[in-house]
């Protein structure tokens, strides 16, 4: 009876101390998402973000450049916005993937309960890239929420079968 009681308290312990990292690591991702600025990568994104500049005209060698302006003209994309923006979608991307990941182990390793330490390692490792490259959005980062949706959504599908192929392909549609 005794280890019982003490195996609840671990539980509990690591379910909360694992959601307090989890907060405290965004709230510091928060604080510091309009600090410094980095000249070399973030100032050439910024300028193919902008209309006017040169490396916006197509005779880049690469387009992501349009594509977030394309997609994103609707905002203002300076230097805050776009870290803003980044971070919305590294936070949607994870949630998806961190759903599709949850479906996946409930039914094929019969883990019923929430394990809050791999989905909050999971959040947090989504969010290391902070820890190197620009703040802003880049060709890497597009990937990466490209990818993260995609096998959030895989696992989603495998993980429901009866899902037919047309919702398979439409799904991933947006990847081409």
């Not at 989890?22 to 300028?47: A, C, Q, R």
């Not at 791999?118 to 802003?136: R, V």
Request: proline share 2%.
């Amino acid at each position: 009876m005794k280890i019982n009681n003490n195996s609840l308290k671990i539980e509990l312990l690591q379910k909360y101390l694992f959601v307090i990292i989890t907060l405290i690591f965004f709230s510091i991702l928060i604080w510091i998402l309009d600090k410094g600025f980095d000249l070399t990568d973030e100032g050439y994104h910024l300028l193919g973000y902008s209309n006017a500049q040169e490396i916006g005209i197509p005779t880049n060698l690469s387009f992501y450049h349009l594509i977030v302006r394309n997609v994103f003209g609707w905002i203002n994309l300076d230097i805050l916005n776009t870290r803003i923006l980044r971070l919305c979608l590294s936070i949607i991307s994870t949630i998806i993937f961190i759903f599709g990941f949850h479906k996946m182990i409930t039914k094929y390793f019969k883990q019923n309960k929430y394990q809050y330490s791999q989905y909050s390692l999971l959040f947090i490792g989504t969010f290391m890239s902070y820890a190197c490259g620009p703040q802003s959005i880049s060709y890497n980062h597009l990937v990466e929420f490209i990818s993260l949706i995609c096998f959030g959504l895989l696992f989603l599908i495998i993980c429901a079968p009866s899902i037919n192929n047309k919702v398979f392909i439409r799904s991933h549609f947006f990847i081409v």
